[in-house]
């Protein structure tokens, strides 16, 4: 059975968490493949809301497999913490329910501090970053200098990569970035103590999945964040240190490229963006604000409010043509309830050329002017719609023309945010 990957097609924030809580049902293992505790994934069920940092999103489903995969970087502190607030709610009730790949990279308290003060000394032009040290970990990770999971488990491999990289790292925190050195003693002991907390999660992650995979078992690859968040393909240098396209799957899963055979890539129907960065569509006024609180647009890791603004399809095409998808999910359409006209950018005109794709730099971003069509909208609830032809006729015609804007199907539409408040209109598996 191939597996599938959900992937964000805007700047994150699009339901995620919703749609893979929603697939895991069909699903027998869940792998998050990159990123970290950057990502907030919310999820609701029976009116009662989960946010989930770091485990993946498959948690809620007694029995499913969650694998934190090995292109990951994993604060073990906030991990620890998140897997007793899950058994205290009676979810992960066994150890073989969760997954911990040997070859992440554990996130250090140097990295969280580092980030925190380069923030600081940016000042207006900062990036945004949550501050969590995902940045500086995964530069750990290409200079070759981080600290594995599975070197945790080796005391005296583990005690020699600390005393390495913290006297590096108080050296350049002391000279250049103004901050306190950081105790070896305090951080040693405190890893020892994640040491046994983890023990009987780790695993060689990627010899279990191609074994699951052969056995035609389901798996779910869940990514974090979203397209032009990529940092490649993104808004540089207002994005992540991942890459969270569809194409990463393979690798921050260790599962076979061809191993991979359905994309769904996950879009809302307007747009937000967290921090700084471009955002040509942005609704700096009250309707922005009405979005906001209608859509309870507020960070789920930091709780900063979001930007708001209408559909960028030029943004959500591109996408979708980065990562192949093979249809969407369309989320929070009951946002838009009560929204008359609704707007959708359609193209984007830069230095007086209308274009079908977004800019390739951050000075061509910041000279983009969207271009408009307007659809009606309309008064209807959706709260309670289960069918496409329940939708009001102007909620149908907007579904519509998003799919034909952005070329591809709408395989989900999400009209609220329990699980049951989602129209399925095409298989994943």
Sequence with gaps: MPAAVVTGTQWGDEGKGKIVDLLAEDADIVVRFHGGNNAGHTLVVDSQKTILNLVPAGVLHPGRICVMGPGMVIDPEVLVGEIDALRRRGYLGDDRWLRISEQAHLIMPYHRAIDRARERLR??????????????????????TGIRVGELFDEPGFRDALERNLR??????????????????DIHERYRGYRERLRPFIADTTAELRAALAAGRRVLLEGAQGALLDVDHGTYPFVTSSSTLAGAASAGAGVPPRAIGRVVGIAKAYTTRVGSGPFPTELADALGDRLRADGDEYGATTGRPRRCGWFDAVVVRHASALSSVDGLALTKLDVLTGIDPLRVCVAHELDGERRDFPPATQRGWERVVPIYEELPGWRESLGAVRSLTQLPPNARRYVDRLSELVGAPILLLSVGPQREQTIRLGDVF
């Excluded at 590096?168 to 003693?185: M, R, T, V």
């Design 123 to 144: 000042g207006p032009g900062n990036i945004g970053t949550t501050g969590r040290g995902i940045g500086p970990a995964y530069e750990d990770k290409m200079a070759r």
């Design 168 to 185: 590096e790292k108080n050296g350049y925190l002391q000279a250049l970035l103004g901050e306190p050195p950081l105790s070896f003693d």
